[in-house]
């Protein structure tokens, strides 16, 4: 007998062996006595087909039509990034292929979560697994939640078509609870980025700052400047003074900010008690420097010399750190105050750079003007300053030294009628002679 016969009699036996007596006991029940209470049993639920068992929403056939569908929805989406996205449409053609890669990657995990949605969603980092490390510079926390984006609205455009009837709400519902835990898993994926980002950006700004102080200028160093997004515009200049604290990141960072706004560029370096900065930009720097007094502890600050770009900055660091060395033998220095102010002092601390500069343009221009300008200079200088005595020691009149005088101001840029300019061209004057000599 076929099983289904069988089965089909047996179970038909067992019913009526079960009604009989009961049947029975109800049919020999005496008058006016009352009739026991029934026993009931809970009936057995009726098995459910096997494909029940794997769907989460309740819906057989949801499961296997998202399977099926996974190529279908990874091509949908995939016209829609070129439809919407320009971003996309801009990228390189090998970097399309790897967004194309994500987008399936997410839908394929989307497919599996749905097996067994009490489990986490896979988060990024695994969706990314498939595509390189370089393409997350490519793509932006807010690319990559437009990506998000597009491939919900795809799934949720073809949700009708994909679903079984009756169970397309809940694979919408399911498709935006995926969406946001995948959304929360970017945004933190890039918050860590983020802070990792800014931390290898302060130790590559430490780096610069400190190959620019040594007086590096190699390829690597221009490579890192670019890194650090520095726009090259303009030109740059060294600031140097002592911090006001011990700078941490948080005031470091301030303090970034702050000469950002004031120049077009800046980076900040911390050298033992020492606070660098290097701004560049095309507009007025030294006021940009002066505007960040605040920023630096009680002391000198030097402006070094400005240069014409970041790669000739380590000249500038050079002036700056040698003039703050030498300040101390001006009191009277302004703050903050040019290095190229402070050549005197630098030479008397052994800078051979001072000492070539105020030889090349005090010395030898006023020596090759001729019309004894030179011997004039000399002659006030080392007769204390004095317009008469410097006329009787030269056999002129007052107001020929008084023009000769004009004219060494006009050669050299510094007027020796002023206290302190007449000590930077006696300084000159006296290395020159040693030069010659």
Do not use: C
Not at 143 to 156: F, K
Not at 158 to 187: K, N
Not at 266 to 276: E, K, M, N, P, T
Not at 407 to 431: H, M, Y
Request: net charge negative.
């Amino acid at each position: 007998m076929p099983a289904t016969r069988r089965g089909a009699r047996t179970s038909a036996q067992k019913t009526d062996r079960e009604a009989g007596p009961a049947a029975d006991r109800g049919g020999s029940q005496a008058p006016g006595q009352d009739a026991p209470t029934p026993v009931t049993s809970t009936p057995e639920p009726e098995p459910a087909p096997e494909t029940a068992a794997t769907d989460p929403a309740g819906f057989p056939m949801n499961l296997q039509r998202v399977r099926e569908a996974s190529g279908l929805l990874t091509a949908a989406a995939m016209q829609r990034l070129d439809q919407d996205l320009n971003w996309y449409r801009e990228l390189p053609a090998e970097d399309r292929s790897y967004v194309g890669l994500v987008a399936q990657a997410g839908i394929n995990a989307f497919t599996s979560w749905f097996t067994d949605p009490d489990r986490p969603p896979h988060g990024v980092s695994e969706i990314f697994a498939a595509a390189p490390t370089e393409l997350t510079r490519s793509i932006s926390l807010q690319h990559t939640l437009q990506l998000v984006r597009v491939v919900v609205d795809v799934v949720e455009t073809h949700s009708d078509r994909i679903a079984a009837p009756g169970g397309e709400r809940d694979l919408r519902e399911a498709v935006l609870r995926y969406s946001r835990e995948v959304a929360f898993s970017a945004a933190e994926v890039y918050a860590r980025a983020a802070e990792w980002r800014g931390a290898w950006d302060a130790r590559l700004e430490a780096l610069v700052v400190d190959a620019l102080v040594r007086g590096d200028g190699d390829d690597s160093l221009r490579s890192r400047i670019s890194a650090l997004g520095w726009s090259g515009r303009g030109n740059a200049l060294v600031v140097v003074g002592l911090a006001t604290e011990e700078l941490d990141e948080i005031r470091t960072a301030e303090i970034r900010r702050v000469a950002r706004r004031a120049a077009g560029d800046a980076l900040v370096g911390i050298h033992g008690d020492r606070l660098v900065l290097v701004l560049g930009g095309e507009g007025d720097l030294v006021a940009a420097a002066t505007s960040l007094l605040s920023r630096f502890g009680m002391g000198p600050v030097v402006i070094g010399t400005q240069v014409p770009s970041l790669t000739d900055a380590a000249r500038s660091a050079r002036s700056a750190l040698a003039g703050l060395t030498a300040a101390p033998a001006w009191p009277q220095a302004p703050r903050p105050v040019m290095a190229d102010d402070l050549l005197p002092e630098r030479v008397l601390t052994g800078d051979y750079t001072a000492r070539a500069t105020l030889i090349a343009q005090a010395f030898t221009p006023l020596q090759d003007a001729g019309g004894a300008v030179l011997e004039t200079l000399s002659a006030y200088l080392g007769t204390g300053r004095s317009l008469e005595a410097a006329a009787r020691h030269l056999y002129v009149h007052p107001n020929t030294v008084r023009y000769r005088l004009r004219k060494v101001s006009e050669i050299t840029g510094w007027d020796p009628l002023d206290a302190r300019e007449s000590f930077v061209l006696q300084v000159a004057l006296a290395l020159g002679q040693l030069g010659r000599g």
